[in-house]
Nanobody
């Protein structure tokens, strides 16, 4: 089973940027897609973005399209979520996942 560890969260002002990382171990990284989800306080967990195993295909939620970019470096067993133009509504715990594993999450807070 794959183990996933997110990092890179923090406090940022509206309009700012953060890059989240998702480090994987335990399996051949390029064999599986990575998805990012987020969960805000009092809300259900929602899909943010997905990238396939080769990195050649990405999908985004409408709410982040044009602001967030998902990528991966298979040589480093790491996926990334570059977040630009952050808004207070982006405040949430962000998780990366594979088909059968979730990371522990990293907190992103957008506030002035």
């Amino acid at each position: 089973q794959v183990q996933l560890v997110e990092s890179g969260g923090g406090l940022v002002q509206p309009g700012g940027s953060l890059r989240l990382s998702c480090a994987a171990s335990g399996s051949t990284f390029s064999n599986y897609a990575i998805a990012w989800f987020r969960q805000a306080p009092g809300k259900e967990r929602e899909f943010v973005a997905n990238i396939n195993g080769s990195g050649g295909r990405t999908i985004y939620a409408d709410s982040v399209k044009g602001r967030f970019t998902v990528s991966r470096d298979n040589a480093k067993n790491t996926a990334y979520l570059q977040m630009n133009g952050l808004k207070p509504d982006d405040t949430a715990v962000y998780y990366c996942k594979t088909a059968d594993s979730w990371g522990q999450g990293t907190q992103v807070t957008v506030s002035s």
